[in-house]
């Protein structure tokens, strides 16, 4: 039998699932990982990329600093975290996982006010707005695309990412797998690593088309139809 075959044989099992530290409770300490590390990573990186695009000055090398951090190993940091005051367990994962996330939700947030027509805000301070209104009126309203396609991308990121949290007693689906390596592949315990892996792609591609879904939903029909004409005319000229 296969790994893969395995792998079903073992999702296919309902006392997987119920059993505790099964799957629905690791699925459970994923989504509550995840969520609370997308949480604290829009509140550093929407603030910081909505008054850098909104000031339009210096923008420019603290995206470029944020997007620096991509290059530093997720588990360079779950290694490093739970050797300051934080700890084994979900905090250092939540820091690691949120600083994983704070450049997609900076960079979008900030360009979405940059890419504003300056005519647009030129009117909007005609009509007497202060800065404060002009952001809050405007920018982000105008934004609110960007905001979206910043959230998606973290999310997915971090959900993908997450599996890791088992590495530092963290828990998650990565527990799922982590137990198979610690059964043996010969014991039985490759079919279980299938499923874990197969549980984290598919909860990662389900929050990839649900947040997909909500990004269309908040995009005006404008921008779509603009969006799409841009695209068609890089097709036609590729």
């Not at 009117?123 to 905001?147: F, N, T």
């Not at 137990?179 to 499923?195: E, K, T």
């Amino acid at each position: 039998m296969s790994y893969f075959n395995e792998g079903f044989t073992w999702l296919n099992d309902p006392l997987n699932w119920t059993n505790p530290g099964g799957l629905l409770d690791r699925l459970t300490e994923h989504l509550v990982i995840s969520f609370w590390a997308v949480l604290l990573g829009c509140v550093i990186g929407w603030p910081l990329g909505i008054w850098l695009g909104h000031r339009g000055k210096g923008g420019g090398p603290v995206v470029t600093a944020a997007n620096l951090t991509l290059a530093i190993p997720t588990l360079a940091l779950l290694t490093i975290l739970p050797l300051t005051p934080l700890g084994f367990g979900k905090p250092p994962v939540v820091v690691a996982l949120a600083v994983f996330a704070v450049p997609p939700l900076l960079a979008n947030a900030y360009t979405g006010l940059r890419s504003i027509d300056p005519e647009t805000r030129e009117a909007a301070r005609g009509m007497g707005l202060s800065g404060g209104q002009l952001l809050r009126q405007v920018e982000l309203p105008l934004s609110v695309p960007y905001l979206a396609a910043g959230l998606r991308t973290a999310s997915v990121q971090v959900v993908a990412t997450a599996a890791l949290a088992a590495l530092v007693n963290g828990g998650g689906l990565g527990q799922i797998i982590s137990a198979g390596f610690g059964i043996g592949m010969s014991n039985g315990g490759g079919g279980q690593i299938v499923a874990g892996g197969l549980a984290v792609a598919l909860l990662a591609l389900l929050v990839e088309g649900l947040l997909a879904l909500v990004q269309r939903l908040v995009t005006p029909p404008a921008l779509r139809v603009r969006k799409r004409r841009r695209t068609a005319v890089t097709v036609s000229t590729g």
